[in-house]
């Protein structure tokens, strides 16, 4: 019997059941969806009448891209993939795997092909393949032998090649929320054939809800915690918060140092400090500090936060930085991270200007535009008889000497370029002053010029 005979026929299961290695499987396993309708979360994608159910449930699969965090249910939806398209299931995952390895499920891919069925290939950790790995599938893909389906936590427009992505559709995958989890562990506790159900555990909403926030949105990771709960408590046992205790003393959120999540959240944490919004800053960095992230890269990100957003608004807020940069080194953690949350404070809280950052990237257009213009013979320096017989330092007035200490009479620029006007202070913090003394110079050199 097929799988979509069986599941037309309503056998549970993708495989016909065996209760003995059933038992041996970790609840997470157990517990896998076998149905649409069993899978929580992913609403948007998988709701009734959006198009990939609709392809699935008639059994016009396309190869894909799953895109999400651990957990959401991406190897669960490549299994009942196949098991609607009624196809082979094969699963080989880039960690453990080579191109040899590769080679070999693609030519029993090819075999299987030929007798009249495809298959469905689930790609774990794709974005750990080369280019040259990556490539192996397309030709497959192309003559539909398989039906490509990569799994990925990365952006697959940064860690895939074209080639690929031009051959799948990517579909993205969201954690799943607090509420799904709690949904998917009450189904595992009332499920007698493969859950918890007939144990006689007794477990309150508060400490359900409290596994199925700790998983951190992924539901195999809150499965896991519940079954060790439940080791812990024995048959008829309560699950308390004493017993929870010892189950979440070392949980983690979820954080990649090198991936799209620490890219996002630095994001945020910069985005909080330019939006004066000290709260969401301190928010950031707690995320950033509980997920692991090097101190020192948040202590250089918070300094270039002053220089880039703060700038002459706040001159104070780059010494603050590099003060608080320092304090860490000195004090490293837990301690120096009182350092890093007064700076994101103050940085969130002071008055902001990019005037600095506008100006300079101004001055380096010119720069690449007008190339290696000469400097003007006034502002050459002549420390030799030779150079000043040649002109150079001609012309040239000695602001202290005059009037107002600022000789208006000279221009600062290339001949070729005249003046220019880089830097417009706001009016924020002390770039008000400096924008009324700039205002009133840059007229009066218009004037006599």
Not at 60 to 70: I, Q
Not at 141 to 168: K, Y
Not at 219 to 235: D, K
Request: contains cysteine.
């Amino acid at each position: 019997m097929s799988r979509k005979q069986a599941r037309d026929a309503g056998t549970p299961g993708l495989l016909p059941p065996e209760s003995d290695a059933l038992a041996l499987r970790p609840l997470a396993e157990r517990m896998r969806p076998r149905t649409l309708d069993e899978m929580v979360g992913q609403r948007r994608l998988l709701a009734p009448g959006s198009a990939l159910r609709r392809a699935v449930e008639a059994g016009r699969v396309h190869s894909m891209v799953l895109w999400g965090p651990p957990g959401c249910g991406k190897t669960t939806l490549a299994l009942l993939l196949a098991e609607y398209s009624d196809a082979e299931y094969r699963a080989i995952s880039a960690v453990l795997t080579g191109l040899p390895d590769v080679r070999k499920v693609l030519a029993e891919a090819e075999y299987t092909f030929a007798g009249g069925r495809r298959t469905v290939l689930f790609v774990d950790e794709v974005h750990r393949f080369n280019k040259v790995q990556q490539d192996a599938f397309l030709p497959h893909i192309e003559r539909g032998t398989i039906i490509f389906v990569g799994a990925t936590t990365e952006n697959p427009s940064f860690e895939l090649n074209s080639a690929l992505l031009s051959r799948c559709r990517v579909h993205v995958m969201e954690a799943v929320s607090v509420e799904d989890i709690g949904t998917a562990l009450q189904r595992a506790l009332d499920d007698s054939d493969r859950g918890l159900g007939g144990r006689g555990i007794v477990i309150g909403d508060d400490q359900l809800r409290l596994i199925a926030s700790a998983a951190d949105g992924d539901v195999r990771r809150a499965l896991t915690l519940l079954e060790i709960a439940v080791e812990l408590v024995g048959e008829g046992g309560t699950i308390t918060d004493e017993t929870l205790a010892q189950v979440l003393a070392d949980r983690s959120r979820r954080f990649d140092k090198g991936g799209d999540q620490f890219y996002d959240q630095i994001s945020a944490l910069h985005k909080s400090v330019r939006s004066s919004n000290p709260d969401a800053a301190l928010y950031w960095l707690a995320r950033m500090l509980d997920g692991g992230a090097d101190a020192s890269y948040l202590a250089r990100r918070l300094t270039r936060m002053a220089v880039e957003d703060i700038g002459l608004a706040d001159p104070r807020a780059l010494t603050m930085a590099l003060e608080a940069w320092d304090a860490y080194d000195r004090l490293g953690s837990p301690e120096g991270d009182l350092a890093l949350g007064q700076l994101a404070i103050y940085l969130a809280s002071t008055a902001k200007s990019n005037a600095a950052y506008v100006a300079l990237g101004e001055a380096k257009r010119d720069v690449s535009e007008y190339g290696s213009a000469e400097v003007p013979m006034h502002l050459r320096n002549a420390p030799t008889k030779l150079m000043k017989q040649l002109g150079h330092g001609t012309g040239y007035q000695y602001d202290h000497d005059a009037e107002g200490g600022v000789a208006l009479g000279q221009t600062g620029f290339p001949d070729a370029m005249g003046e220019r006007v880089y830097y417009r202070p706001v009016e924020r913090g002390m770039e008000i002053k400096l924008r009324e003394k700039l205002d009133r110079l840059r007229a009066a050199r218009k004037s006599q010029g």
